[in-house]
């Protein structure tokens, strides 16, 4: 992998907050000074061009192909799309080993946002997971019909500042 590429990466999970909007992060390319590529969430301050990097969907753990062919068999069988969830609640689908779910809930409880979890390793979160919506990875923040996938700081914030 290009060592920029890696860089760009990295810096985009690390600062996975400062997305501009619900769904999407910008990442800017830009030359210093010294002649060496810089990688910055803002633009160049110096009022010289950079390259616009933008990625439409804020970090999320990919699940896996059995996770997914489960999620899809329950999704056939489930009888509503909000049914187990309570209407208006605020619910956070994670797993246990995916580190975007950690730094969400932490976010929550930092924000002192009342939130209820769903683990969906079990086969009932799997089941409630289905019935929301949930498709390709977590974690998976819902509430009523809305939904974000992934976690940015700002994007939870314009979530939850939404009327619902």
Same mark, same amino acid.
């Given at each position: 992998?290009? $060592?920029?590429?890696?860089?760009? *990466?990295?810096? =985009?999970?690390?600062?996975?907050? #400062? /997305?501009? !909007?619900p769904s999407q992060t910008t990442l800017y390319k830009s030359v210093g000074p010294d002649g060496r590529i810089v990688y910055a969430d803002r633009p160049p301050v110096d009022g010289k061009s950079a390259q616009t990097l933008k990625f439409e969907n804020p970090p999320?753990? $990919?699940?896996?192909?059995?996770? *997914?062919?489960? =999620?899809?068999?329950?999704?056939? #069988? /489930?009888? !509503?799309?909000?049914?187990?969830?309570?209407?208006?609640?605020?619910?956070?689908?994670?797993?246990?080993?995916?580190?975007?779910?950690?730094?969400?809930?932490?976010?929550?409880?930092?924000?002192?946002?009342?939130?209820?979890?769903?683990?969906?390793?079990?086969?009932?979160?799997?089941?409630?997971?289905?019935?929301?919506?949930?498709?390709?990875?977590?974690?998976?923040?819902?509430?009523?019909?809305?939904?974000?996938?992934?976690?940015?700081?700002?994007?939870?914030?314009?979530?939850?500042?939404?009327?619902?």
């Amino acid at each position: 992998m290009k $060592p920029w590429l890696v860089v760009a *990466l990295s810096m =985009l999970m690390g600062s996975a907050h #400062g /997305a501009d !909007a619900p769904s999407q992060t910008t990442l800017y390319k830009s030359v210093g000074p010294d002649g060496r590529i810089v990688y910055a969430d803002r633009p160049p301050v110096d009022g010289k061009s950079a390259q616009t990097l933008k990625f439409e969907n804020p970090p999320s753990s $990919p699940l896996s192909p059995a996770t *997914l062919a489960y =999620l899809e068999q329950l999704e056939k #069988g /489930a009888p !509503a799309p909000q049914a187990g969830l309570a209407s208006g609640e605020l619910v956070l689908f994670t797993t246990t080993w995916c580190p975007y779910c950690t730094k969400a809930k932490a976010y929550l409880t930092g924000k002192g946002v009342a939130f209820k979890e769903i683990d969906i390793e079990s086969n009932a979160g799997a089941a409630s997971y289905a019935r929301a919506g949930g498709q390709r990875g977590v974690p998976l923040l819902v509430k009523g019909s809305k939904r974000v996938l992934g976690f940015s700081g700002k994007s939870y914030d314009a979530f939850l500042s939404a009327k619902n």
